[in-house]
């Protein structure tokens, strides 16, 4: 029977798309970076639906890419552009099945929006502290396959630390029940570990058991500007020291970004009484003190006087808070109409971050000398978006053009500092071929061993991550 009509008996006709245009918004990348065609893009509801479709396509050695939110800027949820790959969304999957704030967990399917688990979480007075600019739309699945990071990483640690269990389809179809809530078990290899951040090429994530925390009653957010780099370097020290290791994020932004942010998001207006070249987001949250924004003053105070600080806005209300957050969260968004951007995604050694930014402007000057320089993002966790912006009055594919020569040049600086090459946004296509000219040849042979005895046809999103 044709492969077509088996997958259209397992999720019905209704939620098997098989029209080029209603496959548009399954096989074009956020960014429109990357674009595919599919043969059909199937919507199972169930785990055993899930089982169904991947046993058929290992019966037929069909390819099939596992999309969650189709959030990733990597191009890793896009298929090629032969048109024999099944697309497998998991959106219709999104049931959560418990919130427990007694065991700190929530069991919920792969295709639950993040956005929603925070809620579902919020409505217990607990959170999921995954905090992304996509979570409207991405899912915890696709969070999970590319052990997403954002914006409390520093307090909370990655996605792979949030996940105590999985329910995994493998490549041949049986499904592999992980879904403990246990945080101690040492009973051999922690199989689990294995799909977070395996983006989609050793399993399809089904549902998880993830962890969630106490809310903190107090939270105060402040905008400082600082000198420079190295002194968001130590401010952070300062505040963690000051603190007790209250601070759950803090987000280097430079001038630029708050420029283009006010230019191109409507009602966003520039919350800084004077121009200053960098400015660090910081938040501090607590439960026990009531006195938050007292302490958050006590240390922007203490880097005044050690010269790290030159100015700082501590709103009082939640709304005004928000605002600062927004223009944070809108920097991606305004990149795209300055023209081309060369997006990097590097984490370096924190005590680094400076050394990086101030090595990659002049490597990258050395190619484009008018280029802007655009790097903002997670400080805390050495991870900074270092996205080079073309220069105003150039041609955005002549910019572009030099993707690979500035890329190579940045990526260099990283890996010398033994950074990485990416640092939350995972490898995808985009970085397929750097993986392999960076990793050493024993991380590339014991990938390869994995995906073998996991995958042996390869069906599981071919040549994304590993090329083929
Ligand atoms: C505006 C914006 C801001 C962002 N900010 C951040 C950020 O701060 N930090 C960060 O880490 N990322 C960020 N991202 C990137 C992206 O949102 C994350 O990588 C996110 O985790 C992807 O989730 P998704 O559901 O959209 O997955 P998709 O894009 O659909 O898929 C991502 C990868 O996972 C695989 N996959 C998806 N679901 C499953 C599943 N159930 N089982 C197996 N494989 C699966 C896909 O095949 C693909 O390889 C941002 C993206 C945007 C657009």
Redesign the pocket.
């Known amino acids: 029977m044709d492969l077509i009509k088996k997958l259209t008996d397992i999720v019905g006709e209704k939620h098997i798309l098989l029209d080029e245009a209603d496959m548009q918004g399954f096989v074009i990348e ?1 960014r429109d970076k990357f674009v595919g065609k599919a043969r059909a893009v199937v919507q199972p509801k169930t785990t055993e639906e899930v089982a169904a479709i991947v046993r058929l396509c290992a019966a037929t050695k069909t390819s099939l ?9 990597v191009g ?2 896009i298929p090629f552009m032969g048109g024999d790959e099944i697309v497998l969304s ?1 959106s219709r999957m999104n049931r959560i099945h418990d919130v427990d704030p007694l065991d700190g967990t929530m069991t919920v399917d ?1 295709g639950c929006i993040l956005a929603n688990l925070q809620a579902a979480a919020e409505d217990v007075e607990c959170i999921f502290p995954l905090r ?3 979570e409207g ?3 915890i ?3 999970i ?2 052990n ?4 409390q990483v520093l307090h909370y640690g990655n996605t792979r630390e949030q996940v105590l269990g999985l329910e995994v389809v493998l490549p041949d179809g049986r499904i592999w029940d992980g879904l403990t809530a246990l945080r101690k078990d040492n009973t051999g290899y922690d199989l689990k570990q294995l799909f977070i951040g395996a ?2 090429t050793l ?4 549902r998880a058991v993830v962890k969630i925390y106490p809310r903190s009653k107090y939270q105060q957010v402040a905008l400082a500007a600082i000198p420079s780099v190295d002194a968001a370097v130590a401010f952070l020290s300062l505040a963690r020291q000051m603190s007790g290791d209250q601070v759950t994020a803090i987000e280097i932004i430079p001038r630029i970004c708050i420029d283009m942010v006010v230019r191109h998001v409507p009602g966003v207006t520039d919350p800084m009484p004077a121009r200053y070249d960098w400015h660090l987001l910081i938040e501090l949250s607590s439960s026990s003190t009531e006195n938050i924004k007292e302490l958050m003053e006590n240390i922007l105070a203490a880097g005044f006087e050690q010269e790290i600080v030159l100015d700082a806005i501590v709103p009082a209300s939640q709304a005004q808070q928000q605002k600062l957050w927004q223009i944070r969260e809108e920097i ?2 305004a990149q795209k109409p300055e023209g081309g951007s060369i997006k990097h995604d590097i984490s370096v050694p924190v005590s680094r971050f400076a050394d990086f930014i101030r090595e990659a402007d002049i490597a990258v000057a050395k190619i484009i000398p008018d280029f802007r320089s655009v790097a903002f993002g997670h400080i805390g966790d050495g991870n900074v978006h270092y996205n080079p912006l073309q220069p105003e009055k150039m041609d955005k594919s002549d910019y572009l053009g030099h993707w690979e020569e500035i890329s190579r040049a940045v990526h260099d600086i990283a890996v010398s500092m033994r950074g990485s090459i990416s640092a ?3 490898i ?1 296509r985009l970085k397929a071929d750097d993986l392999v000219h960076y990793k050493s040849d024993v991380e590339i042979d014991l990938m390869h061993r994995l995906k073998q005895a996991l995958d042996p046809d390869g069906i599981m ?1 071919p040549g ?1 991550l590993l090329k083929k």
């Open positions: 956020w890419v596992p999309q969650g939110g189709n959030t990733s800027l890793g949820s998991l792969a992304i600019g996509s739309s991405c899912q699945g696709g969070n396959s590319t997403a990071g954002g914006v983006e989609g399993g399809i994530v089904t991606s968004g939350e946004h995972g995808g999103n994304k």
